[in-house]
C-alpha cells in the first residue's frame, strides 16, 4: 500500500466551475499532472468542448483551463492505495481536501461538477456533512461519466456529449 497525496487545485480567480477527481493516478503522481494517463480521456474531452488542444504542454492546458474558467482539483487530499484505480483506495484512510476554505477563496465557482460515481460519493460522504459556505452555494451537478480508460461502457465521443453540461454551465 501506498500513501498518495493530491495536487493543489488548478483554479483561476474568475473560475465559474470545478471539476472534482477522486485522487490522482500513478502516471499523474509521476509526472505531476492531472490527467497525464494517456488512456485518460479528459483532455480529449477538453479539447472538443473547449477548444485546448490535448497535445499541447501542459502548462499551457493549464492556462487553457484558467482561460474558460474551468478548474480541477480532486476531492481527496490523501489516502493509501493499492494501485492507481479508485476502487483500490483504502477504506478508512481517506482525507478530504478542505472544500469550506476553498469554497470562500473561489466564491464565483457557481457549479461543481464529479469527474465519476467514486469522486461525488466521496464528497457527500466526507465534504457535504461537514460543508458550510455563506452566501450562495455552488450547485452539486450529479456524477459525470468517469474519464478514465478503465470506463469502457462508453467511447470518448459519448463522453464528450454527457460532459457538454459542464460547457453548458459556463455558459449561464
Known amino acids: 500500500m501506498t500513501l498518495v497525496r493530491g495536487f493543489e487545485p488548478i483554479v483561476g480567480e474568475d473560475a465559474g466551475v470545478i471539476i472534482l477527481g477522486t485522487l490522482p ?8 499532472q492531472y490527467y497525464a494517463d494517456s488512456g485518460n480521456a479528459f483532455w480529449y474531452i477538453v479539447q472538443q468542448l473547449f477548444g485546448i488542444n490535448k497535445d499541447a504542454k501542459y502548462d499551457e492546458r493549464v492556462r487553457g483551463l484558467i482561460k474558460n474558467r474551468i478548474a480541477i482539483w480532486d476531492v481527496l487530499e490523501q489516502a493509501e492505495r493499492r494501485s492507481s484505480l479508485d476502487n483500490k483506495i483504502v477504506r478508512g484512510t481517506e482525507v478530504a481536501n478542505d ?20 469522486a461525488e460519493r466521496y464528497f457527500h460522504t466526507l465534504v457535504v ?3 458550510q459556505i455563506k452566501g450562495e ?9 468517469s474519464t478514465s480508460a478503465t ?3 462508453y467511447s470518448q465521443e459519448e463522453k464528450v456529449e454527457l460532459w ?6 459556463l455558459a449561464l
Open 164 to 169: 457538454r453540461v459542464a460547457q453548458q454551465a
Open 25 to 32: 493516478g500513478g502516471d499523474s503522481l509521476r509526472l505531476g
Open 137 to 145: 452555494s455552488p450547485r452539486l451537478h450529479p456524477a459525470l461519466q
Open 99 to 118: 472544500f469550506a476554505r476553498f469554497f470562500r477563496r473561489c466564491s464565483c465557482i457557481q457549479a461543481v461538477f464529479f469527474n465519476g460515481g467514486r
Open 129 to 131: 456533512p461537514s460543508l
Open 151 to 153: 470506463n469502457s461502457h
